[in-house]
């Protein structure tokens, strides 16, 4: 089974600065795809960016970069130019790459507070 | 684009009596799934549906949880009877079809306290 595990519960950063979280996974699978997801205090869910293991290159969405470590299994999401509307719980996620039923496996979360 | 409908958005009950939760997904979405987040934690996938067939329900506790996707469309989740440990925000997400690995678009959840 696979197992997600985000060592940091909370961070705090300041508004223009940049943070990043970490997060590791175990897996003995080859082909896989992995998730950052904000879940902002109303609760709704939202993609933030996704990686394919596959790909060497680090996916990019604006502010949002990730740094992909296949081989140690790490994960973690950078989050630049941090904004007050960033402030939310994000999680870590894991998809195996498979024919059928494509389960979301997700770490505990990071509380992350942009301070103004 | 409407997103993922849920309803209700609360709800209270005392522990054994029954609840269900109402899930609409995004128009088209073949695939539907039910998550359990329990305060603190990451969403737990409980049953996923392509369809109106079940794909994966390996951790939904059978003898007091059910779910149904009839017309594969809207699907309900229900809990008879309920457990203090049921306390959680069930969230209901969809995708377009699960070969392609689509993102998932989840719905505002239901959060349900068991008294």
């Known amino acids: 089974a696979q197992t997600v595990t985000q060592s940091q519960p909370e961070m705090s950063v300041q508004e223009a600065e940049t943070v990043t979280l970490s997060c590791t996974y175990d897996t003995s699978e080859s082909n896989y795809y992995l998730f950052w997801y904000k879940q902002p205090p109303s609760r709704q869910m939202i993609l933030v960016i996704r990686q394919e293991a596959y790909k060497q290159q680090n996916a990019t969405e604006n502010r949002f970069s990730v740094n992909f470590q296949k081989a140690a299994k790490s994960f973690s999401l950078k989050i630049s130019d941090s904004q007050l509307g960033d402030t939310a719980m994000y999680f870590c996620?894991?998809?195996?790459?498979?024919?059928?039923?494509?389960?979301?496996?997700f770490g505990g979360g990071t509380r992350v507070l942009v301070k103004p | 684009e409407a997103g993922v409908a849920q309803s209700p958005r609360y709800k209270i009950i005392e522990k054994r009596q029954s609840v269900a939760f109402w899930c609409n997904p995004i128009?088209?979405?073949?695939?539907l799934y039910w998550y359990q987040q329990i305060l603190g934690q990451g969403p737990k996938l409980l049953i996923q549906?392509?369809?109106?067939?079940?794909?994966?329900d390996s951790q939904l506790p059978k003898d007091r949880f059910s779910a149904e996707r009839l017309k594969g469309v809207d699907s309900t989740l229900k809990i008879q009877p309920a457990k203090l440990e049921d306390s959680a925000v069930y969230l209901c997400a969809s995708s377009l079809f699960s070969r392609t690995k689509e993102t998932q678009y989840f719905g505002p959840g239901t959060r349900l306290l068991v008294l």
């Open positions: 996620a894991f998809m195996k790459h498979r024919a059928a039923g494509n389960k979301l496996t």
């Open positions: 549906f392509q369809n109106n067939g079940v794909v994966d």
């Open positions: 128009s088209g979405h073949a695939t």
